[in-house]
Structure formats: C-alpha cells, structure tokens
C-alpha cells in the first residue's frame, strides 16, 4: 500500500505563487510515476502535471505548460508543484497521485494511489 499526503495549499492572489508538497510512504518501490490532478466545482478531475520517479521525465496539460514545474526529491520521497503566475481559473482541489506504471501518463486510470487533496483559491 502506498499513502500520499498533499500540503501547501491556500489562498493566493492572482499573479502569485505556491508551493504544493506531496509526501509519499508505504510501498514506494512499486511506485514508478506520480502525477498531480485537479479538480474544480462542477468539473471533472482533469490532469495537470506528471513525472517518472527515476529518469524525471516531466509532462505537463497545456493550460499550466510555461507556469507550473513538477519536481521530486528522491531522498525524502517527495514530489512538488510549484505554480507560479496563477490565475483564478486555477481554483480548485489538487491530488497527488502514484502509478506503477513508469510512462508519464496523463490518464486517471493509471493512478492507483491518491491523497486526500489539497485546496488552492486564486482571488482576482
């Protein structure tokens, strides 16, 4: 079993930035890519960014492409979200989540582990 814990979520102004965290214990050696997802009020969960836990492969949804960076670190089994220039239609609940699949997928399918989410609020 695996267990995510999100954090690093709150209210930001548009324009500014935060840092989410995503602490990951259990069964991580079967753990071989994480993602992170989002969902908004009244929308589907919709991907946002993913990473191949060893190579660091990255991809990233269009909307965020140029704002937001993934990124791990290895020693404290730790992913991260680090969005910059946000914007209000960023607003919404973000998971973490864990694939044992190595490929960067951006299918929800694939993710066999999620957190609890975090919330991010973007005033204007």
């Known amino acids: 079993q695996v267990q995510l814990v999100e954090s690093g979520g709150g209210l930001v102004q548009a324009g500014g930035s935060l840092r989410l965290s995503c602490a990951a214990s259990?069964?991580?050696?079967?753990?071989?890519?994480m993602g992170w997802f989002r969902q908004a009020p009244g929308k589907e969960r919709e991907f946002v960014a993913t990473?191949?836990?060893?190579?660091?492969?990255?991809r990233y949804a269009d909307s965020v492409k140029g704002r937001f960076t993934i990124s791990r670190d290895n020693a404290k089994n730790t992913m991260y979200l680090q969005m910059i220039s946000l914007k209000p239609e960023d607003t919404a609940v973000y998971y973490c989540?864990?694939?044992?699949?190595?490929?960067?997928?951006?299918?929800?399918?694939?993710?066999?582990?999620w957190g609890q989410g975090t919330q991010v609020t973007v005033s204007s």
């Open positions: 989540a864990a694939s044992r699949v190595s490929a960067v997928t951006i299918y929800r399918g694939q993710y066999a582990y």
């Open positions: 259990g069964r991580t050696f079967d753990t071989h890519g």
């Open positions: 990473i191949n836990w060893s190579a660091g492969v990255t």
